[in-house]
Every structure is written in structure tokens, then in C-alpha cells.
């Protein structure tokens, strides 16, 4: 059984940087791709960025594109997600979550262990 913990969340103006943080329990954590997603209040959650088992892919939503980097620690169990140049928009909850199956990156569909959620809040 994986658990995942997110950390970094916060309040920070607009232009702002914030970096979000994943830590996983299990010795298998470092088998599984890694996705984030997160969700604003009474909208769907939407994908973010995802990396693959080995950190040599990477995959980012067009809306963080340039702005975002996501990197792993296989040897900490811990995934993070870089964020720069906030907007308002970015505001939400942003869940980490484990995919064993290696596939299907952008859908949240295909992850099987979640976070409980870190929230993040851009001030204009």
C-alpha cells in the first residue's frame, strides 16, 4: 500500500512561487509514475503535470506549461512540483497521486493511490 503526503501549499501573491511537495510510504513508490491534479471550488479536477517512474519523462498541462517543473527523489520517495508565476486561476487544492500502471498519465482515472490534498491560494 502506497501512502502520499502533500506539503507546500499555501497563500502567495500573483507572480508568485510555491513548491509543492509529495512524500510516499512504500518501497514501491519509486515503480510508479506520479501525476498531480487539482480541483477549484465547483470545477472538475483537472491534470497538472505527471513524471514517470524514472523522472525521464515528463508531462505538463498546457495551462502550467513553462511555468511548472516536476521532478522526482526516488531515493527520499518524493515527488515536487515547481510552480512560478502564479495566477489567480492556479488557486485550488492540488492532490499528488501514484499511477502503478505506468500509462494514461493525464487521467486521473488510471491513478490508484491519492493524497489528501494541499491547498494552494494566488492572490491578485
Known amino acids: 500500500q502506497v501512502q502520499l503526503v502533500e506539503s507546500g501549499g499555501g497563500l502567495v501573491q500573483a507572480g508568485g512561487s510555491l513548491r509543492l511537495s509529495c512524500a510516499a510510504s512504500?518501497?514501491?513508490?519509486?515503480?510508479?509514475?506520479t501525476g498531480w491534479f487539482r480541483q477549484a471550488p465547483g470545477k472538475e479536477r483537472e491534470f497538472v503535470s505527471a513524471?514517470?517512474?524514472?523522472?525521464?519523462?515528463?508531462y505538463y498541462a498546457d495551462s502550467v506549461k513553462g511555468r511548472s517543473t516536476i521532478s522526482r527523489d526516488n531515493a527520499k520517495n518524493t515527488v515536487y512540483l515547481q510552480m512560478n508565476s502564479l495566477k489567480p486561476e492556479d488557486t485550488a487544492v492540488y492532490y499528488c497521486a501514484a499511477n502503478t500502471k505506468n500509462y494514461g498519465m493525464m487521467y486521473a482515472s488510471l491513478y490508484d493511490h491519492w493524497g489528501q490534498g494541499t491547498q494552494v491560494t494566488v492572490s491578485s
Open positions: 512504500g518501497r514501491t513508490f519509486s515503480l510508479y509514475a
Open positions: 513524471i514517470n517512474w524514472s523522472g525521464d519523462s515528463l
